[in-house]
């Protein structure tokens, strides 16, 4: 056994004692020790192997498989520009709190400086968006090594674990190789390389119990703002906190859906005369929200108290506003105090703005109207990804939150790329029906995550695309008012008429273009069976106009009650 051979053997091992199941890998000749290992053990039925030929798909791919399991997955390179391309992933699990492994391939270090090929300086590449970081020796045939190799994995698993004492999130492991990189026959290693005997890691690490959190205090008028946050479940534990604690919720479309949040938060926060009459005196925020004007605008008010409850020790203030800050323990603790009548005035209000929007109908084709189709289409208990812009403001304005879907989406840093490799690789984890919502752009963005070989693990996924042929999100900003059409459509607008279906077919993958609600809702219906793309063709022409009638229907409802 060479010494590449026997360190890229002992780092596969490990990560499976350690609890990886999941291995993205993208070939290459500097890699190809792990290619080998990570293939035995896929045919050992060890841990499960994804090959993809684009890096940048791969990084996305390996997010999508830990996004909602938890479990760190692992994405191996060649070296050079490979690495690099994993950047826009690695920012995204640091800001989304995703446990993400970066396992690089690399020329040892005699070679950096010297103008070899595909060299490059691969340690911090990745700059502050780590958890931890480490590069290995260049292994060489001498006894004594394996141990370090084997604990360097399980501080890497570790720590993008969050653990102990910090915060999921991307970790780093550069291995720099020397050829031979391919199998040879001479003999055996110096000393023994296996791992503990019983099968476990060769360190365990448990993350450290968190101290007594000291509940918020007892303020009656309090609304709850929940936004994205990084673990399945904790949107629903803010809601019941909120709910036992008396105060009603505004939240972000993301986690199940649940019926303890006002129907329509942020169209009732856009009604100001409303708003006036209803202020809360403090407003506590849970986790990330990112998305809506309005939330931002409540938060900025004069004489309304900001606290937060963070998922991290960075907690969310871009506005400078927030007094206190609060560890996720604090929901384990309601402080029931709430003022009755001033909370169902605003599930009053939310309920009669959700029966004003139900008789009026949402505008078709919209993106609006294809958000909430599909949300109330799909099966229950379904797990729905959506992608950044306009798709997930579409999506929280339009839903009444009351789907029993899961939601998530890349929110960490909310770019358009990766998103169809995020979206296979949560189907390719789960066991839920898993759809995806995806605007165009968003879409051709990654559309090299179809790119999926004929021995690669399928998913069952949907992606529904809304194709309004370029930026409609610049629509619904300042660069979409109607004074400034005539600088519009060639910097913003960006339109691309791109052949979806062509595209599609070009990876052997279903496409159906759908023209009404009802056909939408019957190509959602059932369960996916593979990957399959269903179109909706808007306007975005007619984005401002039906984001508009949504806050005047929402204004004229609560008028009138």
Not at 37 to 52: T, W
Not at 201 to 210: D, K, N, R, S, Y
Not at 278 to 304: I, K, N, S
Request: net charge negative; glycine share 12%.
């Amino acid at each position: 056994m060479n010494p590449s051979t026997a360190l890229a053997t002992v780092l596969v091992d490990e990560l499976v004692r350690c609890g990886v199941r999941e291995a993205v890998l993208c070939p290459g000749s500097r890699s190809a020790p792990l290619a080998y290992a990570l293939q035995e053990a896929d045919r050992a039925g060890r841990l499960r192997l994804h090959v993809r030929v684009d890096e940048r798909s791969a990084g996305f791919l390996a997010l999508g498989l830990a996004k909602v399991t938890r479990v760190p997955a692992v994405v191996v390179t060649t070296s050079g520009t490979a690495v690099a391309n994993l950047h826009p992933a690695v920012l995204e699990a640091h800001h989304g709190q995703v446990p993400l492994l970066v396992l690089s391939a690399d020329r040892p270090s005699e070679l950096r400086g010297t103008g070899a090929n595909q060299t490059t300086t691969q340690p911090g590449l990745f700059g502050q968006a780590l958890r931890w970081s480490q590069e290995l020796a260049a292994p060489e045939r001498r006894p004594g090594q394996a141990p370090a190799w084997r604990s360097s994995v399980c501080r890497a698993v570790a720590a993008s674990r969050g653990r102990p004492g910090g915060v999921p999130g991307p970790a780093h492991l550069n291995v720099p190789l020397r050829e031979p990189l391919v199998p040879t026959g001479d003999g055996g290693w110096p000393d023994e390389i296996g791992g503990r005997a019983d099968g476990a890691p060769w360190v365990c690490v448990t993350a450290g119990t968190p101290g007594p959190a000291r509940p918020v205090d007892p303020v009656p008028r309090t609304l709850v703002v929940v936004g994205d946050l990084p673990e399945p479940g904790q949107a629903e534990a803010a809601v019941r906190w909120a709910h036992e604690s008396g105060w009603p919720v505004v939240a972000e479309p993301f986690g199940a859906g649940t019926s303890g949040v006002v129907p329509h938060g942020p169209l009732l926060l856009g009604v100001e005369s409303w708003l006036d009459q209803h202020l809360p005196e403090r407003v506590v925020t849970v986790g990330r929200p990112t998305l809506a004007r309005p939330v931002a605008r409540l938060l900025r008010r004069d004489g309304v108290r900001v606290e937060a409850v963070a998922a991290s020790p960075d907690w969310t203030d871009p506005g400078h506003v927030v007094t206190a800050v609060h560890d996720l323990g604090v929901l384990r603790h309601p402080v029931p105090c709430g003022d009755h009548d001033w909370a169902e005035a605003w599930h009053d209000a939310g309920r009669t703005v959700a029966a004003q929007v139900e008789k009026e109908g949402l505008p078709w084709p919209s993106g609006l109207g294809v958000a909430r189709g599909l949300l109330e289409a799909v099966p229950a208990g379904s797990l729905l990804f959506v992608g950044s812009s306009n798709a997930v403001r579409d999506l929280d304005l339009s839903s009444d939150r009351a789907a029993a879907v899961a939601v998530v989406a890349n929110r960490g840093l909310a770019g358009i790329d990766g998103c169809v490799s995020t979206a296979v690789g949560l189907a390719l984890a789960g066991t839920s029906p898993t759809y995806a919502l995806l605007g165009d752009l968003t879409f051709l963005h990654d559309s090299g995550g179809l790119l999926i070989g004929p021995h690669e693990p399928s998913p069952d996924l949907t992606l529904v695309v809304v194709n309004d042929d370029g930026g409609g999100i610049f629509t619904l900003l300042e660069p979409g008012e109607p004074e400034r059409a005539d600088d519009f459509e060639r910097v913003f607008g960006t339109p691309t008429g791109t052949d979806l279906a062509a595209l599609c077919a070009a990876h052997g993958v279903a496409h159906v273009r759908v023209a009404d609600p009802q056909a939408l809702a019957d190509a959602v219906a059932q369960p996916p069976r593979g990957p399959r793309v269903v179109e909706v063709e808007i306007d975005r022409s007619g984005h401002r106009a039906a984001h508009a009638h949504m806050r005047r229907v929402a204004a004229e409802a609560l008028a009138a009650g």
